[in-house]
Every structure is written in C-alpha cells, then in structure tokens.
C-alpha cells in the first residue's frame, strides 16, 4: 500500500501535463525524401507555435483544445532553393486547415514534388486490419481473462477492473518516465506489473474479503464496484491531470512486414509479450495445482470448500493475479493507443466486458476468444464505420451472438429452477 500511494504522491508534479494534451504532426518530404529544418507555424487556441522538421523530416506540436480549428503553414523560406509548395486547386497550398477531433491526433503533412501516388488496395488494408486486431484482442484478453477469473471465483462483476488497467500504465510511467524514476524499461515495466498485483492484493485484503464475510450479496457487491471506480478514477485524474501522457519510445517507427503490413518493435514485443503470457497463464490454470482449485472454484464453490480448499487463499491469488494481468494490459494499451489518460481503462471497460460475455461467463480460455473476436471486428469494423464509432460494432455483434447462444461461445447452460 505504501508503493501505491508513494507512487502517486512522488509523481504527481512530474506526470501532469494538461496545458497541451492533444497533437499535431506529420511529414514534409520532397519527392519521397524527407526534408530537415523546414520551418511550420501552428495557430489555433493556445497561441502561435513554431516548429521544424527533424532528419526523418517529422514534426510534431501539443495544443490544448479538442474541436477546434487550427492552421498550419509551411515557411516556404526554408525548403530547398527553386522549391515551393504548388498546387493548381489551391492558392495557398502551404497552408491547411484542420480540426482537432475527439480522438485528440491529427496528422497533417506535406509531399512535395512529383511523385506516384501509393494507393494501398482493399484487401491490403483488410489483412492490415486483421493483425492489428490480434494485436488488439490478445493486449483486451490479458485484461478480460482477469476480470472472468474474479467473476468465476467469487461472483462480482468488477467495474473498477478498468481502473486496474489504468493503474498499470500509470505505475509503467511512474518507473520508466524521464521525470520521474528513469529505470531501464526490463526493469521498470516488471515493476509496474508487480505494483499492479499489489493493487489488486491490497483491494482483496482490505475491501472484498471483508465485504465477502459479511455475505454481502451479489449485487451490493456490484455497486461497492462501481464507487470504487469512480473514485479511483477521479484520483487518478487528480494526480495525472486531464491531458495524455505519453511512455518512453511511443512513436518508434514502423518496419514493413509483408504487404501493407507495417508494426514498430514496440508492437511486436506487445505481441509477443502478450502471447508468452497467455500461454503460461493457460498452463498455470490447466496443469498447476492452484490452477486446477481456481477452477474447481468457479465450478462450484461450496464444493472446492468441502473438499479441502482454501477457497480464500485462491481468491486472494485471483485477486493478485488479476491485477497483474491488468496492470500489464495498461502498459500495452499505453503504447497501442499511443497514451496514458486517466479514463482509458473505462473506456476498455464495455471492450472487456462484451469479451467475457461473448467467450462465456467465468471461463477464462472464453474470455481469450472472446477478447480475440472483440478485437479484430473494432478493427476491421473502422474500414467501413468512422474510427469513433468502432466500439460499437463489438457491443453489436455481442447481442446477435447472444440471442442465439445465451450462454456465450464456451459457456455452459444454466438450469433455472
């Protein structure tokens, strides 16, 4: 509990920064080569900035405002002699004018010169799609599994589990962040995984376990839930600021994989990462004595207790292990999204809870398909929907799945009476 509370107190001043949440960036190449010091000046609320290009030719600024407009000109002064920016459509094709939506990014860039056009097919940006939805529901499954587990073993719909993830991705910058303790990232980020299991070790001994002997019932259970994650958010929010806060390296650049198929190494360290997880945690749960009494657990309780299970040790194991999982999600949706805010873990929340449902109440290899299947249609679902839509279409797919399988894909049928 004192690394919980040590880490928000310590990292406080050096993790806010909600004067300039939001950003702005792009490319200024010429003929495909990038082009360095070329000088752009963003205008909008917040005030005049001025920025140049680096030697990838990249650039990027931080504004504060969601839903507004800013324009970005290019200082024709600073390109290459005898080049300018033209365009016969345009009269002033050095200047763009852009919105800032709610995703909080916009990409504005500059190709000058003439070049061919690179138009990536249909088919190419769909398998592009297809993997970075596995990407996707492998990072949700880490999450899902943990919440089926708790729900498996003592029946609460957690809604403070995305409040877990959270915690995770800030506990992850907490111990690598250059403002703060600046550890080498094969240690911090372990470290972070363990605060987070502490997390959820410290809210078993302290809130449910007492709340379980007194045999509240299941649904009071579920609101307890609820105030938790909202105060936990709001402290949260109260520590970090509103604005997004980025995890060393978030913007690595991406390596061609095979057809349009790009992902940086952070991604495919994400990826494997998650896989390597998934696939011990399925050992520890099928082959390992603890894992055999979890399940055996969420079977049936009072059975797992006549038979000489502890049940509250192995509650208080999910528990930890839950908040591990959790925490570890955190850490890679921070730099799948790119960003740490401090509502991202409710906005995984709905995503987690459809992923459970969809593969099976209380199972977590359900959880894993379930997350799976969650994952590639948010994905694939933005071809056709606009990106702040794709969210809906899991919660969409989950009720068709639903009305004909009640009980999800690897669930079990309940008898009723």
């Known amino acids: 509990m004192l690394i919980v509370f040590g880490m928000f ?19 200024v190449q010429l003929d495909g ?4 010091g070329v000088r752009l000046t963003v205008d909008g609320p917040g005030g005049e900035q001025e920025v140049e290009t680096d030697e990838n030719g990249q650039w990027r600024v931080g504004v504060p405002e969601r839903g507004e407009e800013y324009s970005v000109t290019l200082d024709e002064t600073t390109l290459p002699e005898g ?17 800032m939506g709610q995703g909080g990014r916009v990409t504005v860039n500059f190709f000058i010169g003439e070049g ?11 398998v592009q799609r297809i993997v970075q939805g596995v990407s996707f529901g492998l990072m949700l499954a880490l999450a899902a599994v943990g919440l089926t587990l708790v729900y498996g ?9 995305g409040e877990m993830v959270t915690f995770g991705a800030i506990a992850g910058l907490f111990f690598v962040g250059p403002a703060s303790l600046a550890l080498p990232w094969w240690l911090g980020f372990p470290l972070a995984v363990v605060a987070s299991a502490g997390l959820g070790l410290v809210l078993d001994m302290a809130l449910w376990r007492p709340l379980r002997r007194r045999r509240v019932g299941v649904v009071q259970l579920m609101i307890v839930s609820i105030g938790l994650s909202l105060a936990l958010r709001y402290i949260f929010q109260f520590f970090i600021g509103g604005g997004t806060l980025q995890l060393p390296n978030s913007t690595a650049p991406k390596i061609p994989l095979f057809g349009a198929v790009q992902m940086s190494v ?19 749960l099928t082959r390992s004595r603890l894992g055999k009494a979890t399940r055996a657990i969420s079977d049936n309780p009072s059975l797992a207790a006549a038979s000489g299970i502890d049940v509250d040790f192995v509650v208080r194991v999910v528990w930890t292990i839950a908040g591990g999982l959790a925490g570890l999600a ?21 995503l987690m809870f459809a992923a459970v449902i969809l593969g099976g109440l209380g199972t ?12 590639i249609l948010v994905e694939v679902s933005s071809l056709w929907i606009p990106a702040d839509l794709k969210f809906a279409s899991a919660l969409v797919i989950l009720i068709v799945i639903l009305l004909f399988r009640p009980q999800g894909i690897l669930g079990r049928r309940e008898r009723i009476g």
Do not use: C
């Open 33 to 36: 080569e990038p082009l360095e």
């Open 83 to 99: 080049i300018a920016v033209v365009d016969p459509e345009d009269d002033t094709p050095n200047v763009k004018e852009v919105t």
């Open 153 to 161: 073993t003592t029946g609460i719909s957690n809604f403070a589990h």
């Open 364 to 375: 977590a290899m359900g959880a894993l398909v379930g997350a799976l299947i969650v994952g």
């Open 9 to 27: 107190f310590s990292s406080a001043p050096a993790l806010a920064d909600a004067d300039n949440p939001y950003r702005i960036s792009g490319n």
């Open 116 to 126: 061919e056009r690179n138009v990536t097919s249909f088919f190419d940006q769909f």
């Open 266 to 284: 952070i991604d495919l360290a994400s990826l494997l990462i998650s896989i390597s997880v998934i696939i011990a945690f399925a050992l520890w």
């Open 330 to 350: 955190g850490i890679l949706y921070a730099y799948y999204r790119p960003g740490i805010k401090w509502d991202m873990g409710a906005q995984l929340l709905l």
